[in-house]
């Protein structure tokens, strides 16, 4: 028996994203993972002057916000060759760890933890239907109060974010040449009490549900399985011309671990809407064509030589030898946590390398390169900023997200890229269990599609790189 | 008489500003929802915007966005905090949009896209129609008490409407022929936005500026109650962002820029903008980005057309 079944609106995750799945005898055989909405960044980001980047660029997310200003960031610095001083690399990486745990502390609390926990019968959470319900009533009882507690733990890891940066999301102080916020004893040491709330939080209460939530769905770390193709940027970037980062980059691919080379990432729009322009007057450009047929995303397909690649804190933590595992929907739950876990010590130790002096900027204003590619990973895995200038303007301006990896649509090929290959071959026990078992599959990937259709390639070039 | 008509009937007394029992009514039923503990229905559509509203939203801090949940509005429906999810949610939409009709707030969070009848955004599908953002806030727009909207682009359009604006996004108030409460900001203030349901519940409609946003929010320009307005004042001026002076001459919108970050900030009170030694960008403007663009040129300077009567420092220009 064969049934195409439509999972929309997928909730609890940031933007709008559909599914349509082919269920033929209780195993899923056909899914195609959509996203639905499209802004058209790439436009709006032309003809305007490239420091404009960092607040523009931030206005394309709002969970991720930081990250964009992040890598913009590193652009412009390129740009202008400027030098960040020791303090504003740790401010900048403080900062950037706020963002990664409100990030990461609301997508398993608010966002996945209705997938495994009853919530209580009232708005927000009516109509739950969770058909696979496991905890025990006293374990379930505690995880919807942390639930409660996770909003005041990321809004926590946001105040210490507005303390060096001025608001959030869409933070002022993280800019070109350095941060404009001076590192004071009492920010420091107002940061400093946030943090040690917040690691409480995610000592006693994160990674504990974590590890009872891994026990109960233990199936889970054998189903949604990707083909295990690891990709990353590495992550928070050291040194005066930000060459360094703490964790690594990496390419794995079939157990083989490698350096990145950006020359080999490639874009393809056969299931997109967009189509290539070719009106002879002009240069081939890229166009929204909404009605294209065949296509079923505002995501493009974005490849690594010739190869789908998963992206996210799964394949930070596997690439830097942090955990190893599989690549299914538990693993990426769990190295999500143990990631958290992470950072709250590191963000410590930063805090307490900071020396009290000026707000830590340095900009230049002289532009020594018009052509700039960055990269870094944020909270879903890589993004790459690119950009072309000319006299001070943005020509061109290209953005690859993490959820472009993660949910790219079938290429010309008909291959299949993460999440439609981690849906592909899913047993479904029972009808009634479907939308339990794609939700919980889905949302591990922690998809963000506000994101996600920005993918800015207005030249629709062959390779990403200039 | 239920309670409920009994309220209901007052209202439509309400309505008629003339009326004196109206007047003395109004208080006393409002007073009366507080004590009885009703909230405000609430459905909540995300449209397109980067989602950063619903992030900010959660950084309330009294009441924490929990609280907000549990004693001020039943959230019966949104994309993003719901735990329903496909065919139940849709149920649940449904479900509230009958059930509270002519009572519920709607709460837009983006801009709707109107180009080739608003496919640029398709808020969820069936197997035989995709309801876009544009179908979805007409509908809802013509059974809600309230529309609020949450953000600049639900407001005016915002970045998602910025030129060259290639899918005709606009704010919600320019497809809906109705009162629209605009609570704009990129993202917004969490209080701003709280703040508002808490006096749709408790007070009623708020005052409204020109632009359809409370006073008791956008009233005053952030120049008027700027912590630098003496460096303004005595013409020292930021030569370089980090600066402790006035950010006028590094692009910000300050004068021109409705909103009470001064002395509301962010988070908790931890900062805001200018104190961070960076401009004001104007993200609650009703032209914000474009009007803003270049963010870091002084404001006269950024769009010479717009801006003309802003020739230079010392010059107020609204409250």
Not at chain 1, 312 to 317: I, K, T, V
Not at chain 1, 376 to 387: E, I, P, Q
Not at chain 2, 181 to 189: D, K, L
Not at chain 2, 271 to 278: F, L, S
Request: aromatic share 10%; proline share 6%.
């Amino acid at each position: 028996m064969t049934e195409r079944v439509t999972f929309s609106p997928i909730t609890r995750l940031s933007g709008l994203l559909s599914a349509e799945a082919t269920v033929e005898n209780g195993r899923i055989i056909d899914a195609n993972t959509s996203s639905t909405m499209f802004r058209g960044y790439e436009w709006i980001m032309c003809n305007r002057k490239i420091t404009d980047a960092v607040y523009l660029t931030q206005r394309v997310c709002g969970i991720c916000s930081l990250a964009h200003g992040a890598v913009s960031s590193y652009l412009l610095d390129q740009v202008f060759d400027n030098d960040i001083s020791e303090n504003a690399q740790y401010l900048r990486n403080i900062m950037y760890a706020a963002d990664f745990l409100q990030n990461h502390i609301r997508h398993f609390y608010l966002f996945s933890l209705p997938d495994f926990v009853v919530m209580p019968n009232k708005p927000p959470f009516l109509n739950q239907n969770l058909t696979d319900a496991r905890l025990n009533a006293q374990d379930n009882q505690r995880l919807v109060n942390n639930y409660f507690e996770a909003i005041k733990a990321s809004q926590k890891s946001h105040e210490i974010l507005v303390l060096f940066g001025g608001k959030a999301p869409h933070q002022h102080s993280f800019v070109h040449g350095g941060v404009a916020v001076a590192p004071t004893a009492d920010k420091i040491n107002r940061a400093l009490a946030l943090l040690s709330d917040i690691t409480e939080f995610v000592r006693g209460c994160m990674i504990p549900d974590t590890e009872l939530i891994s026990s109960v769905y233990g199936d889970y770390y054998k189903i949604g399985i990707t083909p295990g193709r690891l990709l990353s940027f590495g992550l928070f970037r050291f040194g005066n011309k930000n060459e360094e980062v703490i964790w690594r980059s990496g390419v794995l691919n079939e157990n083989k671990l490698s350096i990145p080379d950006l020359s080999l990432i490639h874009e393809d729009i056969t299931h997109s809407w967009y189509e290539v322009n070719r009106d002879i007057t002009s240069q081939p450009c890229l166009e929204p064509a909404p009605f294209k047929p065949g296509a079923y995303s505002w995501i493009k397909s974005v490849k690594y030589a010739h190869n789908f690649f998963e992206v996210g804190p799964l394949a930070r933590m596997v690439i830097n030898g942090f955990y190893r595992g599989s690549t299914s929907t538990m693993d990426r739950i769990y190295a999500r946590t143990l990631e958290t876990s992470l950072i709250v010590q590191l963000m410590k130790d930063w805090l307490t390398q900071l020396i009290p002096g000026p707000p830590p900027i340095e900009q230049k204003s002289k532009i020594v390169r018009e052509r700039v590619i960055a990269v870094t990973d944020a909270m879903r895995g890589t993004l790459l900023h690119s950009a072309i200038l000319e006299n001070e303007q943005i020509k061109e301006y290209n953005i690859i997200t993490p959820t472009v990896w993660n949910f790219s649509p079938k290429d010309q090929y008909g291959n299949r890229g993460p999440v439609e290959s981690a849906l592909i071959g899913t047993e479904i026990p029972s009808n009634d269990m479907l939308f339990t078992i794609l939700g919980r599959i889905i949302r591990s990937f922690d998809p963000c599609l506000a994101c996600a259709t920005h993918v800015l390639d207005a030249n629709h070039k062959k390779s990403v790189v200039f | 008489m239920q309670q409920k008509q009994f309220v209901s009937l007052c209202e439509n007394w309400l309505k008629n500003p003339r009326s004196p029992l109206s007047k003395k009514l109004l208080p006393a039923i409002e007073q009366y929802r507080l004590k009885t503990g009703e909230k405000l229905p609430v459905i909540w559509v995300e449209t397109s915007d980067s989602g950063d509203n619903n992030i900010s939203f959660l950084n309330t801090s009294a009441p924490d966005a929990g609280r907000v949940f549990r004693k001020i509005i039943d959230l019966l429906y949104s994309n993003t905090f719901m735990a329903a999810q496909g065919p139940d949610a849709i149920r649940l939409l449904q479900y509230a949009a009958r059930q509270y009709q002519g009572q519920f707030t709607l709460v837009v969070e983006g801009a709707i896209p109107i180009k080739d009848n608003g496919v640029y955004n398709i808020i969820f599908k069936t197997r035989d129609h995709s309801y876009t953002a544009l179908e979805m806030v007409k509908w809802l727009g013509s059974l809600a008490k309230y529309v609020v909207a949450l953000g600049t682009c639900a407001s005016f359009g915002g970045p998602t409407a910025a030129r060259p604006n290639i899918t005709e996004s606009k704010g919600v108030r320019d497809i809906l022929d109705r009162e629209v409460i605009n609570v704009s900001g990129c993202p917004i203030n969490p209080d701003w936005f709280v703040g508002t349901l808490a006096h749709l519940l408790m007070f009623g409609r708020p005052e409204l500026d020109d632009l359809g946003r409370p006073t008791l929010f956008y009233g005053f320009t952030v120049h008027r109650h700027c912590q630098r307005r003496s460096y303004f004042d005595r013409q020292e001026f930021a030569q370089e962002l980090g600066d402790k002076e006035c950010m006028f001459s590094l692009g910000c919108m300050g004068p021109r820029t409705g909103a009470d970050c001064p002395y509301r900030q962010w988070v908790e009170g931890a900062n805001w903008p200018v104190r961070a030694n960076t401009p004001c960008i104007g993200c609650t403007n009703k032209d914000f980005p474009d009007g803003s663009t270049p963010f870091f040129t002084p404001l006269p300077e950024k769009n010479p057309e717009q801006n003309q009567n802003l020739s230079g420092p010392k010059k107020e220009v609204s409250r």
